[in-house]
């Protein structure tokens, strides 16, 4: 099946400080993508980030974590598509979404950023929204006064166990997801 998606990256925070937080769960994907599929993360000076790559059908298949902080992904991404002259429809970001409970994970094919700032910056630098998106629920504090510190902090080990099974699945779908038979893999995930 050939590669609707060229670019998959996952957005999180690096340094080990924040490897277990909430606003993570991109890594915890895309780590979960490399795991499967036998992939080696390496420092790409290019991109900024850590990139694994792999054929897949005889096409390339790049995996990103930009290693800027969330609100600067923008660059990695828009230099690693640059120049593997990627276009935006290629490219599937996972994320998190705070506008889902813990376990819950959908497809999106474009759209705004929905206040969240790895969006924010990488539709800016990449000057369009139409990427697709795979949004992981991580859930609501509750109120906007606590969200800086909500998705920064650690869920807790209930909320850990179906974030974690929420990535899995999502793992599990990836050949449809890159494939782009969406409308199977929003049915499963859903």
Known sequence: MPLAYNLVVGLGNPTSKYELTRHNVGFWFVDGIARRYGLSFHSDVRSQGLLAQMD?????????????????????????????????????????????????????????????????????????????????????????????????DRPSKCDRELLLGAVEMAVEFIPQILGGDLDKAMNALH
Do not use: C
């Open 56 to 152: 897949w059908d005889g096409e390339r298949l790049y995996v990103l974590k930009p290693m800027q902080y969330m609100n600067r992904s923008g660059g990695p991404v828009a230099a690693l598509a640059s120049y593997h002259k990627i276009s935006t429809s290629r490219i599937l970001i996972a994320h998190d979404e705070l506008d889902f409970p813990p376990g819950v994970v959908k497809l999106k094919l474009g759209g705004g950023h929905g206040g969240h700032n790895g969006l924010r910056d990488i539709i800016a630098k990449l000057g369009f929204a139409n990427f697709t998106r795979i949004r992981f629920g991580i859930g609501h504090p509750g109120n906007r006064d606590g969200v800086v510190d909500y998705v920064l």
